[in-house]
T-cell receptor, first 116, second 111 residues
Framework: NAGVMQNPRHLVRRRGQEARLRCSPMKGHSHVYWYRQLPEEGLKFMVYLQKENIIDESGMPKERFSAEFPKEGPSILRIQQVVRGDSAAYFC??????????????FGPGTRLTVL | ELKVEQNPLFLSMQEGKNYTIYCNYS?????LYWYRQDPGKSLESLFV?????AVKQEGRLMASLDTKARLSTLHITAAVHDLSATYFC???????????FGKGMKLTVNP
């Protein structure tokens, strides 16, 4: 059973460009979470999605950032008009369900975004 | 707002020594996680603690949870160099799906 997959693993963008980060959850998982990690910091929650629904986006910046998890295909975190402050590691996690004891989140390898 | 604090944030210790690190959180929580992260890598799940008094052990690491005190400890026994990494605790707030992370503790074990 493959784990959570993210691509690309490394992404370099110039200021003003768009960044698209992809996350494929573990097989059988329908819940996806995105977190951002700045250098020397812990992870900060950004958004929680289920298929075709954004459940909690309380950690998403109000502008330039968006996320989706379509019926088919991976979850996408999109950052428009990137700025240097967006440089970070972006981790995706997935879980099989919400609530109960079986919703532990499993993390992907992360995408390291560098904005020049 | 749920806050998670870890201390210490940096620890340098000799091989063979023991040490305990702490994770405090501010509001009632469903569960607490400990993760390990090596430089440039993802998070490796170490422990999931679900109830008051829970204690789990894996190798040289033992984690415990006191929900009344809102405190978890991670005890390191007879440290070895391979334990050098950053250790995060994360708390899942009741009724919420998101994890709130501490800043992490960077551990260096010296030969």
């Amino acid at each position: 059973n493959a784990g959570v997959m993210q691509n690309p693993r490394h992404l370099v963008r110039r200021r003003g460009q768009e960044a698209r980060l992809r996350c494929s959850p573990m097989k059988g998982h329908s819940h996806v979470y995105w977190y951002r990690q700045l250098p020397e910091e812990g992870l900060k929650f950004m958004v929680y999605l289920q298929k075709e629904n954004i459940i909690d986006e309380s950690g998403m910046p109000k502008e330039r950032f968006s996320a989706e998890f379509p019926k088919e295909g991976p979850s996408i975190l999109r950052i428009q008009q990137v700025v240097r402050g967006d440089s970070a590691a972006y981790f995706c996690a997935s879980s099989p369900s919400s609530g109960g004891r079986n919703n532990e989140q499993f993390f992907g390898p992360g995408t390291r975004l560098t904005v020049l | 707002e749920l806050k998670v604090e870890q201390n210490p944030l940096f620890l340098s210790m000799q091989e063979g020594k023991n040490y305990t690190i702490y994770c405090n959180y501010s509001t009632t929580s469903d569960r607490l996680y400990w993760y390990r992260q090596d430089p440039g890598k993802s998070l490796e799940s170490l422990f999931v603690l679900l109830s008051n008094g829970a204690v789990k052990q894996e190798g040289r690491l033992m984690a415990s949870l006191d929900t009344k005190a809102r405190l978890s400890t991670l005890h390191i026994t007879a440290a070895v160099h391979d334990l050098s990494a950053t250790y995060f605790c994360a708390v899942e707030r009741r009724g919420s799906e998101k994890l709130v992370f501490g800043k992490g503790m960077k551990l260096t074990v010296n030969p």
